[in-house]
């Protein structure tokens, strides 16, 4: 018996079938060790010894792997083609040579590019040992990412509280999202104005022209810069004689596109299709992995994690046997086309992302593929098909033209394009990120020599604008252009910039939030070497040379360990006023823009004569005012302008002004001022200044509330909170109806009930109040846990059976399905949660934890029948003694964690994504 590891069960299956009973296929589900999230695991001062540990689901995989080696004849590794794929090998031969059941049998390692039984068999037939130069770069990088994180987070969480960690790619990414922020924020705009004519030739066709010279100097495209300027133009253009000077028509070609990597195929994905990169990968491994096509299981494309973009000969004639049947013979070059890739540090060992059978056209296999992979395996399909098509063949006409006016000379352009050959473009076109092309329009006959009729003039005002905000697919672009990280990576390092708060996407840009800004400034103020971009691109490359074989790995590491734990043991001397006055410098056009009556925009609002600076608290960094106790005011980083937008510079798009208040009104009954304020925990409304140490009356904005369309009313009655609902009539004491951590709730007696919506804390009676409390009471103490009533009921599984439920959770809405929990994306509103979504969501978070069906649907298809037979009273001693070894193991890990150091900080918190 041969023994074949793979990466997916569900290759394991598929590969299986292609290599008959003298095979055993198993899979490893992924990575079977990782280094753990706790100090020790790498240690530069034992040459960089690696501690590695598999979790308990990896250790029984590897147990079971172990068992079937006892048996088999010969052991073949067949994990993905990649990097990772070669370190998953070596990591579960190291286990199995430790376990001691290898013996003299042979290893071997085979990659296939593409599930199908034709790749499978042939690379059976192509064994070779593991590569040792892959898995020492894989060593490396993993040590890198390690020591980084590790020892960089612990600074951060000591020196600016609120920052979660830093990475080595994670922090560069983010650099570039906070520098285009900078850019956007300095940018000043600039005036100018645009001329054109509306002329006719003889034939009475209509074209424009716009202004590109006057009285024999070029006029670029910024040169008018005033009204009077370009009225004066106008006039004289009004004026003028128009008179064709030259016709210049060229060809010209556009060549298709290469195949698609990774890179490519998250931004186009993201770009045509709306996918977010990590999305995109999901629907992809998919796709790799094999769909149900009658009955077999069978790849679609080839793997998906790849820099290379060039095809095998088979392939290509594949592709060119396609393009012959359903285009003409026209649109086949006669040569097939061969790629390279640009971008930085590439790696071209694989082929570029493709259709395993390009005669698999979108249509034959899209009723076998959800809406999504039908959408993506159709982009995949057109790309690779135009890649060897004809290229397109246009023609470029530049027309020349002179306006004579009261002894002027204006020279005048007109510009555009025809496409006399569509060749690719018959097929695919890919998108943009960023249009402004203006040689599209058509032209229509124009003559040399004739003149022209002035149909109209106009001058347009405009105005620069800044460079727009990185998209996720721009910034996956940058990032490879910079030779920054792996492609492979973006996607999960994107993710671990939105996870943590560094970053937030709307409307498809990524905006920086004031916590990601800070831990960049910090970076940038004290570690400046570890985020500049060609430092982390000359890293990368050092770590493709290791792959090469041409460089020690551990060389690598100790020039870089030496260094850098030179430069973080010179942080530890740090003052916090140090990190203050750095970010104070770095951070003041954000957090102290300029003000619109040109006064100083550190001046403290409230006292006046204080200085307002960054300051950094328990829960992160605020603004406060240098006369604290006497002075208590304090807002966030950010302040909105008064032209901001919903999301854009401050808290729910609030309008504040330039010192973060904006007067809603007086207060009828004190007289005060009831202002809305952004304060270091976000929006709330305060009634007065408070006199003195008192402080004056103030309350959050409940979660949901706009702050941009907050009145007078509403606030007064958030300030009112908590009010007397009345008397209780059992025991007359009253009952008070109020905001808390928990949400809307009403009090008796310290006793307290939630409520249904924030809007009923204003409305509810002495009836309503007493119902609640009561339905409370006789739900007992554990009420609003497990047994919670669920928001929605959605309806039955489709699949699994067993109800499908919405809750509100301690840590966010969240799907239920028997005993399983899956959370509900951020931005993603509970009651708009469909059965679609949920499955989708549950069958993601059963892929992490083993899972059943609920009981009762288990018992209906007799898959509990070994439950029903345990005996009551086995199963009543095996519960208490559970019970009382799960008390045992509380008040243990209590006790450990009150023995524990208190400066000590989770260790999770340092891992690089």
């Known amino acids: 018996m041969n023994l074949v590891i793979v990466e997916s069960p569900a290759k394991a299956k598929t590969i299986n079938k292609y290599l008959g009973s003298a095979y055993q296929v198993v899979a490893s589900y992924g990575h079977v060790r990782d280094l753990p999230s706790k100090d020790g695991s790498v240690l530069p001062d034992e040459d960089f010894a690696m501690q590695w540990e598999a979790d308990p689901k990896s250790a029984k995989r590897l147990s079971e792997m172990a068992t079937a080696a006892k048996s088999a004849d010969r052991i073949i590794l067949a994990t993905d083609p990649d990097r990772e794929g070669e370190a998953i090998s070596w990591h579960v031969l190291e286990v199995l040579k430790q376990k001691r059941v290898l013996k003299d049998k042979p290893v071997e390692r085979v990659v296939f590019n593409a599930i ?71 940018f000043r705009p600039r005036e100018y104005w645009s001329l054109v004519a509306r002329l006719a030739t003889p034939r009475g066709d209509e074209f424009d022209a716009r202004l590109v010279g006057a009285d024999g100097r070029k006029i670029g495209r910024l040169d008018v810069g005033n009204a009077e300027d370009a009225a004066a133009f106008r006039t004289a253009l009004e004026n003028g004689r128009y008179t064709v000077v030259d016709v210049e028509q060229k060809p010209a070609r556009r060549h298709p596109f290469a195949p698609f990597t990774t890179s490519t ?35 679609l494309i080839t793997y998906m994690r790849t820099d290379g973009v060039d095809m095998a000969p088979e392939a290509v004639a594949a592709v060119r046997k396609v393009i012959g049947a359903d285009f003409s013979s026209r649109h086949l070059p006669d040569v097939p086309r061969r790629y390279q890739v640009k971008a930085k540090n ?111 003039i106009s001058a347009t005002q405009h105005f620069t604008e800044p460079p727009p905000r990185y998209s996720e697919a721009t910034l996956v672009k940058r990032m490879e252009e910079l030779g920054i990280g792996r492609p492979s990576t973006y996607a999960a390092t994107l993710g671990v910039l939105r996870d943590r708060g560094y970053v937030r996407l709307e409307k498809k840009k990524l905006f920086p939030e004031d916590k990601g800004r800070l831990v960049t400034a910090f970076l940038q103020s004290f570690f400046s070497r570890y985020v500049e971009y060609d430092f982390t691109a000359d890293l990368e490359g050092k770590l493709d040379q290791i792959s090469a074989g041409d460089i020690a ?123 809305l304020r952004s304060g270091r925990f976000g929006v709330y409304v305060q009634l007065g200044e408070g006199e003195g140490k008192e402080k004056p009356k103030r309350s959050s904005l409940p979660k949901g509330w706009e702050a941009a369309t907050l009145d007078l009313d509403r606030a007064l009655a958030l ?195």
Not at 371 to 377: D, S, T, W
Not at 834 to 856: D, H, N, Q, Y
Request: proline share 6%; net charge positive.
């Open 116 to 186: 199908t039984k034709q790749a499978v068999l042939d690379a059976m037939k192509n064994p070779r040992p593991i590569d040792a130069a892959l898995v020492d770069a894989y060593l490396a990088r993993r040590a890198l990412d390690y020591l980084v994180g590790f020892t960089l987070s612990p600074v951060l969480w000591r020196k600016l509280p609120g920052a979660r960690s830093a990475g080595r790619v994670q922090s560069v990414a983010l650099r570039l999202v906070c520098d285009r922020e900078n850019e956007i924020e300095v």
């Open 265 to 299: 195929l998250q931004q186009e994905a993201s770009r045509k299709l709306g996918f977010a990169p990590n999305r995109t990968m999901q629907i992809a491994q998919r796709l790799y992995e094999g769909v149900d096509i009658g009955g077999e299981t069978v790849g």
């Open 346 to 456: 590439a790696q071209e060992a694989h082929e570029a992302i493709r259709p395993t059978s390009p005669d698999r056209r979108p249509r034959d296999v899209a009723r076998y593929l959800d809406q999504e992979q039908a959408k993506l395996y159709e982009l995949i399909w057109k790309r690779t098909i135009a890649s060897q098509m004809e290229s397109a063949e246009l023609q470029r006409t530049s027309v020349d033209i002179l306006a004579e006016a009261g002894g002027r000379k204006l020279d005048l352009r007109a510009s555009g394009q025809v496409v006399t050959f569509e060749g690719f473009l018959a097929l695919y076109n890919e998108d943009r990120d960023d249009d402004g092309d203006d040689d599209e329009g058509r032209l229509p006959r124009i003559d040399k020599g004739e003149a022209l009729a002035n149909r109209g």
């Open 553 to 675: 790995w551990k060389d690598v590491l100790r020039e870089f360990w030496q260094q850098f734990s030179f430069d973080v043991s010179e942080t530890k001397e740090l003052r916090v006023a140090q990190v203050l006055d750095a970010l104070n410098e770095l951070l003041g056009p954000h957090i102290f823009p300029e003000r619109a009556d040109g006064g100083d925009p550190r001046a403290c609002p409230a006292c006046g004569n204080g200085k307002l600076s960054l300051k950094l608290g328990k829960f992160g960094a605020f603004i406060g005012c240098s006369n604290y106790p006497e002075c208590r005011y304090t807002r966030q980083l950010a302040v909105a302008g008064e032209d901001s937008a919903p999301g854009e510079g401050g808290e729910d798009g609030a309008k504040l002004g330039a010192d973060g208040v904006r007067v809603l009104g007086k207060d009828p009954e004190t007289g005060l001022d009831v202002t």
């Open 719 to 913: 300030l009112a909170l908590p009010r007397e609902v009345g008397a209780h009539p059992e025991d007359g004491k009253p009952i008070q109806a109020g905001l808390g951590r928990y949400g809307p709730f009403v009090l008796h007696d310290g006793k307290y009930a939630n409520l249904d919506s924030i809007d009923e804390v204003f409305s509810v009676g002495i009836n309503r109040a007493v119902s609640v409390l009561a339905e409370k009471q006789a739900r007992g103490p554990r009420a609003g846990r497990a047994g919670a009533e669920p928001l929605k009921t959605l309806g039955d599984h489709p699949t699994l059976g067993g109800p499908v439920t919405v809750h509100a959770g301690r840590y966010g809405p969240y799907v239920k399905h028997g005993a399983v929990n899956a959370t509900i994306p951020k931005g993603t509103a509970p009651e708009a949660v469909s059965m679609e979504t949920a499955v989708a969501l549950i069958a993601e978070r059963a892929g992490k934890t083993p899972v059943k069906a609920p009981r009762a649907a288990r018992k209906a298809t007799g898959e509990d029948g070994a439950a029903k037979k345990a005996p009551a009273k086995k199963a009543a001693a095996k519960s208490t003694t559970a019970k009382a070894s799960t008390a045992k193991a509380s008040t243990a890990k209590a006790a450990t964690a009150r023995k524990a150091p208190a400066k000590k900080a989770p260790a999770k918190k340092a891992a690089e994504a």
